[in-house]
């Protein structure tokens, strides 16, 4: 509990992560601007569909995610914050613990914007495109044939929940490449390139969609609806569990034999 009264007041004293939020929120207006204007055929589905693309949550999430790792976690161990904690009797397990909720609040702040117009423009009239199958818009584009109710007011949480939870532990490897390389830099690359290249991947083949499958990067963001199934909540969230799990496991073995200087 002491570390983590650290961080958030070494975070609150920062302006990295909110600087991210607000990039976060940028992105999150944009984006459903986007999917009203193609609606109401002010803008074309090609040009949403391509570089305004980039403002969605699938892509933000990836690279605020890796950019959030690498300045609000990664530069503890360059500015011997984690040397510090070792030294003041803190066990490694408890440290790498400490980091993890810290950068699952971090992931929920920058997720909150896409979460938050779902929910301020579902119980609305304002009509939105689904253009990109991606959970924001599939929840935006979804209400309009829903009735404004309480279920519709829980449908949009657990799709928005396990639409985060798979950002998460798809984002995990940050963690992982944290205590592995110590660096900021190498970080953010190393997870954002990990989360551009086994996205599509997974769609290469069969072959690779098969294993890919059982990863976060393998599931099927267009499924993520007011009618999925319960088979696929379950799947979804035990493979991202799992996922979360290993690479804690993967993050610890190695913080546990590392060096800090």
Not at 53 to 80: V, Y
Not at 125 to 134: E, H, I, K
Not at 242 to 252: D, K
């Amino acid at each position: 509990m002491q570390l983590l009264k650290a961080d958030f007041f070494k975070l609150s004293r920062s302006i990295s992560p909110w600087t991210l939020f607000m990039l976060a929120l940028i992105s999150a207006i944009v984006f459903a601007a986007c999917s009203h204007y193609v609606t109401i055929d002010s803008l074309s589905i090609e040009t949403a569909s391509g570089s305004l693309s980039l403002f969605s949550e699938t892509q933000m999430m990836a690279l605020l995610g890796s950019i959030a790792a690498g300045i609000c976690l990664t530069t503890d161990f360059e500015n011997k914050i984690i040397e510090n904690a070792i030294s003041g009797g803190h066990s490694r397990n408890a440290i790498m613990i400490n980091k993890m909720i810290t950068f699952f609040i971090l992931i929920a702040l920058l997720y909150l914007p896409y979460a938050a117009i779902t929910l301020l423009f579902a119980f609305t009239d304002t009509a939105f495109s689904g253009f990109l199958p991606t959970p924001t818009l599939n929840i935006l584009s979804g209400a309009a044939e829903q009735v404004s109710t309480a279920g519709l007011f829980g449908k949009i949480l657990l799709v928005n929940g396990l639409s985060f939870f798979i950002f998460f532990s798809q984002l995990m490897v940050s963690i992982f490449f944290m205590f592995l390389f110590k660096k900021a830099v190498l970080v953010i690359a190393a997870t954002y390139m990990t989360s551009l290249i086994l996205g599509p991947v997974s769609s290469l083949n069969e072959t690779i969609h098969s294993v890919m499958a059982y990863t976060p990067y393998g599931i099927d963001l267009s499924q993520l609806t007011f009618h999925m199934s319960g088979k696929f909540i379950g799947e979804s969230f035990l493979i991202s569990f799992v996922f979360i799990l290993v690479f804690y496991l993967a993050s610890f073995l190695i913080f546990r034999k590392a060096e800090v200087k």
